[in-house]
């Protein structure tokens, strides 16, 4: 068994960064790696991983709770309306990440998403990209950030008006979505989500 697998107290094989920290170690046993098919939950994660880009993701998690109430629940028809209004609410709430940048980019993604629809949506276009086969690590440094396929789900993205998305963060999208699965060999979730045999 790979020296990045912790075995908890519960008898279960976990990496390092989901051995610890029970919201950590929640959202790595029963989230990170299922699959997300509806739109709602795919622009969700898809403005979380935008928003995680140079932060770590147990911010992100932490502030989870607030972010959904400050993007009304991430629907894409209502961050689709924002206006400046909204900018100047978003940038002064403390419960998110207050940067200009990532919070214009998560509402021109969701009026992205809305002219997805008449191409079938966002959940079948980014469900599109995966590929053929899925790593099998057995240790952190096996892992890609970034693939063929993420590379061009970003571009493909891009063309589609979404900002934002680049090729790593994208790769993060379908690590967390269950498009590719990076659980390491060995770990209790490897091959969980249905999507991809063991």
Excluded at 87 to 113: F, P, S, Y
Aim: no cysteine; proline share 6%.
């Amino acid at each position: 068994m790979s020296d990045a697998l912790i075995v908890g107290a519960d008898g279960l094989a976990r990496p390092s960064w989901a051995a610890g920290d029970p919201l950590l170690r929640d959202y790595y046993d029963t989230e990170w790696g299922m699959p997300v098919r509806d739109e709602r939950g795919v622009f969700e994660r898809l403005s979380l991983e935008a928003f995680q880009s140079g932060l770590s993701w147990a911010t992100i998690l932490r502030k989870r709770p607030a972010f959904r109430e400050a993007f009304d629940g991430f629907d894409p028809d209502l961050v689709a309306a924002y206006g400046d209004r909204d900018r100047q609410r978003l940038m002064a709430d403390a419960g998110i990440v207050r940067n200009r940048r990532k919070i214009d980019a998560t509402i021109t993604n969701a009026r992205a998403t809305i002219a997805l629809r008449e191409q079938g949506g966002l959940a079948d276009f980014v469900w599109s990209f995966q590929p053929a086969d899925t790593p099998t690590p057995t240790a952190y440094d096996q892992i890609p950030t970034q693939s063929a396929e993420s590379l061009a789900m970003s571009k493909a993205l891009k063309k589609a008006g979404f900002a934002h998305v680049g090729p790593t963060t994208m790769f993060a999208l379908m690590e967390a979505i269950g498009i590719v699965d990076t659980h390491l060999l060995g770990s209790h979730r490897r091959a969980s989500s249905g999507v991809w045999p063991a």
